[in-house]
């Protein structure tokens, strides 16, 4: 299964610690005076809970432990941000063609503007081209590795990430990779990208709250289509609601009118709310077949994706009044308008994804040598907090997070209906 948002720009990113014996808080004092104004806006990232814990003992997961350096490493060479103590890879497609290379430089831009906001951290930030191929991302993990890197943010790519984990583990050195295929994830390797299962878990959470507990789904039959009906069908078995059908068409606008056809139905038989996730493109065409088979939006909730978080799908009139998930957008609004006045142009969406992985690798790196960033320390149940809002990583390599519910509102645009949570409850949220 490839990167269903392609890596660029896509709206489309459980287990407790056992044993602890300390942990502290980073906030937001260790920031330099600039990013103490940002954090004031509301534009800072990793300003809560920040829990960071030692191990009572090495007997966890190996992998991430800090302690890979046997040897004197390499001096770093070639694009470096920062000058601390603490190396960082940082692995990006530069030289890539297309929009997967246009993209490494923006990526990059927010990486610095993470240094930037942490200058009194002690990290350095080694910059490598992985060519967007797994060839060239094996030989920058393997040179990061020789460089002295205790911890590898990227690669964009799925493929890419792949190639990076197999180094990455036997030198006992964690990724923090961007890519959205969750077959990549795994011990060691976490993924700090928009997952859709974390919208899909929010959305069917509230709509059953509010009552719409029974739904069909109507998803496009490719990968993205199968990981969003897993968490249909997982969410709505937690939250006691009936998905009484389950439609999937084709990337053709003329397949779409028979599954269109046969959700229509099961509105007509009694369905409250349709989970219709896609990007606006399939929505453009999906919507007014619904309605022309009696689907009524004002009637019927509508429940959507972080895909329909964009200017284009909230213009889409089907749509009005329909609810999904995504991050409170204040944070990406001070993000990029501090990103903006400090680059010039426009940000891509997924800009904040090295930005919250650079300012937490910056803020981890004030723990002791060897335990900055084990195991235990990037999978504390307690979190962090970002642009995007809290997240935190799995012991499978993904990540949940606390997100938004938002309603489309009449002639385009978005509005919070109810809040990012501002902390995890146990295991789940």
Do not use: H
């Amino acid at each position: 299964m490839g990167d269903w948002s392609s890596g660029v720009g896509g709206a489309v990113w459980q287990r407790a610690l056992s044993r602890m014996t300390a942990s502290f808080v980073i906030d937001f004092k260790t920031r330099t005076s600039r990013g103490l104004n940002a954090f004031r806006r509301g534009a800072g990232a990793i300003f809560l809970g920040l829990a960071l814990a030692a191990c009572t003992t090495g007997s966890l997961n190996p992998i991430g432990t800090g302690t890979s350096q046997t040897a004197t490493p390499a001096a770093p060479s070639g694009d470096l941000i920062g000058a601390g103590g603490v190396k960082v890879a940082l692995l990006l497609p530069a030289s890539a063609g297309g929009n997967i290379g246009s993209i490494a430089g923006p990526l990059r831009n927010a990486a610095q503007l993470a240094v930037q906001d942490f200058q009194t951290a002690n990290i350095q930030l080694i910059v490598k081209d992985t060519q967007g191929t797994p060839a060239g991302a094996t030989a920058a993990a393997e040179a990061a590795v020789t460089e002295g890197a205790e911890l590898i943010v990227g690669p964009l790519l799925g493929s890419s990430v792949s190639a990076v984990a197999p180094v990455a583990r036997a030198a006992n050195v964690p990724v923090i990779a961007f890519s959205t295929d969750t077959t990549v994830a795994g011990p060691g390797v976490y993924l700090l990208s928009f997952l859709p299962q974390n919208d899909i878990r929010r959305i069917v959470s509230y709509a059953s709250s509010q009552g719409r507990t029974t739904m069909a789904a109507l998803l496009p039959d490719n990968g993205y289509g199968v990981v969003v009906g897993n968490a249909v069908s997982e969410a709505a078995a937690a939250r006691g609601v009936n998905v009484t059908s389950v439609e999937r068409y084709p990337a053709n606008a003329a397949g779409m009118a028979t599954p269109a056809q046969g959700t229509a139905a099961t509105v007509r038989a009694g369905a409250t709310a349709v989970v219709l996730p896609d990007g606006a493109g399939a929505l453009g065409t999906l919507g007014p077949l619904l309605q022309r088979n009696g689907v009524d939006p004002l009637q019927t909730k509508i429940l959507g994706s972080g895909q329909w978080d964009n200017p284009t799908s909230q213009r889409i009139p089907f749509l009005a009044g329909g609810w999904y998930a995504a991050p409170n957008p204040a944070g990406w609004t001070n993000f990029r308008s501090r990103y903006s006045s400090t680059f010039g142009g426009q940000p891509p969406r997924i800009a904040t994804i090295p930005y919250d992985a650079v300012s937490l690798a910056a803020a981890l790196s004030r723990g002791r040598p060897g335990q900055r960033y084990t195991t235990s320390v990037l999978t504390n149940p307690s979190g962090f907090a970002g642009v995007d809002g809290i997240f935190r990583f799995t012991r499978d390599g993904l990540n949940q997070r606390g997100l938004a519910v938002l309603e489309v509102t009449p002639g385009g645009g978005a509005r919070v209906i109810d809040p990012a949570p501002t902390r995890f409850a146990g295991a789940g949220f």
